[in-house]
T-cell receptor, first 112, second 114 residues
């Protein structure tokens, strides 16, 4: 798998349900970040979790990081139609010179 | 605080022409990164610059692509003699100190080569 690979590739849920997206990576990281991208638009930074952190919350978002398994998850609770977007994880790899390595993304569709 | 400004938003070029993409980082940010996104894919790193210096260009194609971040003015990504395969969205991000504070992305420039 690639560095920063999301699972599932696509997810369709009903409004009000929770959405969980997973990200796996291969090498040691400084931090892992989640971004949202609406169709044809730029990226919006959602949350950053450092390598020494295990869980972080921001509003309806909850991110976990398991460095032993080299994986992270993004949970969106009580989803809304406006959450429909592509979600990317990006890793700041140790020794990588501060550039981000992005996964291929999860396309989330929240239906009314 | 206007955020990261990229222009133009959309750019159409014929094969063989030059494309110039501009990025003005957030005020106070001296680190600029360029990424390319092909349709239905994630972003791929191209180049990392600080003022007047290229720090990491490991993601830049060897030919036709160049980038600069002069002492004054925006960062420029230049693509010479464009080909259809250069059609993509090009995103610029800036950070205050090499990513420790997180990155702010611009809205991107969508290049179409016809």
């Amino acid at each position: 798998s690639q560095q920063g690979e999301e699972d599932p590739q696509a997810l369709s849920i009903q409004e009000g349900e929770n959405a969980t997206m997973n990200c796996s990576y291969k090498t040691s990281i400084n931090n892992l970040q989640w971004y949202r991208q609406n169709s044809g638009r730029g990226l919006v930074h959602l949350i950053l979790i450092r390598s020494n952190e295990r869980e972080k919350h921001s509003g309806r978002l909850r991110v976990t990081l398991d460095t032993s398994k080299k994986s992270s998850s993004l949970l969106i609770t009580a989803s809304r139609a406006a959450d429909t977007a592509s979600y990317f994880c990006a890793t700041d790899v140790t020794g990588g010179g501060n550039k981000l390595t992005f996964g291929t993304g999860t396309q989330l569709k929240v239906e009314l | 605080n206007a955020g990261v400004m990229q222009n133009p938003r959309h750019l159409v070029r014929r094969r063989g022409q030059e494309a110039r993409l501009r990025c003005s980082p957030m005020k106070g940010h001296s680190h600029v990164y360029w990424y390319r996104q092909l349709p239905e894919e994630g972003l791929k790193f191209m180049v990392y610059l600080q003022k007047e210096n290229i720090i990491d260009e490991s993601g830049m194609p060897k030919e036709r692509f160049s980038a600069e971040f002069p002492k004054e003015g925006p960062s420029i990504l230049r693509i010479q003699q464009v080909v259809r395969g250069d059609s993509a969205a090009y995103f610029c991000a800036s950070s205050p100190r090499g990513g420790e504070g997180g990155y702010t992305f611009g809205s991107g420039t969508r290049l179409t080569v016809v």
